[in-house]
């Protein structure tokens, strides 16, 4: 299996550019960009992947990203989850649309990446590391896939609540 992640390096601490192993040391017009330690050092922390927040570093409005190729496009932000609870013995998976409506319009996801409407993706953990489905950007744009917690984060008994909850409004 052939696995692709953007070659971005995870250190607590950046490596400088002439060394990082993503830039080219001889390039000319390395010395006119900024370290990635200086330009991601204003940005909320994250334990994981480049270390940023991105979600709280736009909330926070350190960055106002395109929702998609043209600007004129209105997004509509959606507070609703969806749970995917066929997840062997790991925790349920708790999918916000919130974050990612704050950031992207609908259209990057529907009908490329995901059909609309419950039951209509069939997928898994094996097609998502191959960079399908979620892994479109998890590990490559977003937090890596190897925060399983992120993701799988409600235990049986914490969905079943939801659940019953949502059954009985």
Known sequence: MLLFFLAVPVFSEWKPMENDSVHDPEAP???????????????????SGNKVNWVEALRQGHINPRTNLFPE????????????S????????????????EWLDCSNCHDKIFKKGRG????????????????QCHGAVAFPLTECGRCHSLTRDEYKKINQAELTQ
């Open 29 to 47: 017009a390395l010395s006119l960009l900024q370290s990635p330690s200086e330009a991601l050092s204003v940005l909320p922390p994250d334990k």
């Open 73 to 84: 496009t209105k997004i509509e932000v959606l507070d609703l989850d969806n749970y995917f």
């Open 86 to 101: 066929n997840t062997g013995s790991m925790k349920v998976v708790r999918f916000p649309h919130l974050p990612h409506t």
């Open 120 to 135: 209509s993706n069939e997928f898994g953990m094996f097609s998502i590391l191959k960079g399908d489905f979620c892994g």
